[in-house]
């Protein structure tokens, strides 16, 4: 047999003994960024208005807030709680790297260190810095492709690492979402020892706006049993002009 038919029958041999392509296609770098960065700005875009409910759960009792927020790029968060009663009028607002929480019963305005961005909003399983996005997976976080063993074929795996001079909690973040959108569908957070604490579920995907969101995350915590908090989008409007007013310390008392 001369050297041309065995090159010949070897590539015959091996285009039936493998299922798939020698060099599977996979997300450049470039593809990673971008699809960190949609999930960075999937509920903010330029602006954001938003109509949502939050349901807290625990073994002992549950309630329900509703909000409504405002967002202006990254760095401007505004959150006023219309129901029930008992939490109405309070509100939030965060200017760049400061985050203030205006509570009526008492007429103060309390701002926030940053020591105080990990604690709990309102009693529920989401942080301040939750709420407000502080943090950034684009600029805070390494990130970078994975495969894990239980790996599933429609869905993209990347694994957020905090930078070296970023002072964020978690030592790492996992994230799936859907290879064919890049919508996100879980997220698990890891403390510095490896440690699962918390899954995030994206849930009930809707359209607002002509922008494809899943409109219901689901945080448990792993740590306490029983417990989840769950936020609802009931509506939501993005690229449309929201007033710089709102972005303010004034209208934090005003809650307008």
Do not use: C
């Amino acid at each position: 047999m001369n050297l041309m038919k065995t090159i010949g029958l070897t590539l015959l041999f091996l285009a039936f003994a493998v299922p798939f392509p020698l060099f599977a296609e996979t997300p450049s770098d470039t593809d990673v960024k971008a699809i960190v960065k949609k999930i960075d700005e999937l509920y903010r875009s330029k602006t954001s208005s938003a109509e949502m409910e939050m349901q807290i759960v625990t073994p002992h009792w549950e309630r329900t807030l509703t909000l409504k927020a405002w967002t202006q790029g990254m760095d401007k968060t505004f959150i006023l709680i219309t129901s029930p009663k008992k939490e109405q009028g309070i509100t939030t607002l965060r200017l760049g790297n400061e985050m203030w929480n205006y509570l009526p019963n008492t007429n103060k305005v309390m701002k926030i260190p940053p020591s105080m961005m990990m604690g709990s909003w309102m009693g529920s399983d989401f942080t301040n810095d939750d709420l407000v996005k502080e943090s950034s997976m684009l600029d805070d976080y390494d990130y970078q492709l994975i495969t894990p063993e239980d790996a599933k074929a429609d869905l993209l795996y990347i694994q957020l690492t905090p930078k070296a001079d970023v002072p964020i909690v978690w030592g790492k973040l996992i994230l799936a979402v859907k290879a064919s959108d890049y919508i996100p569908v879980w997220q698990q957070f890891y403390d510095e020892k490896g440690n699962l604490m918390r899954v995030l579920n994206f849930k009930e995907i809707k359209q607002f706006s002509g922008k494809k969101i899943p409109s219901t995350m689901e945080m448990i915590p792993q740590n306490k049993e029983g417990h989840k908090t769950v936020v609802r989008y009931l509506n939501a409007e993005f690229d449309s002009p929201v007033d710089d007013t709102i972005f303010t310390l004034r209208n934090l008392r005003k809650g307008r």
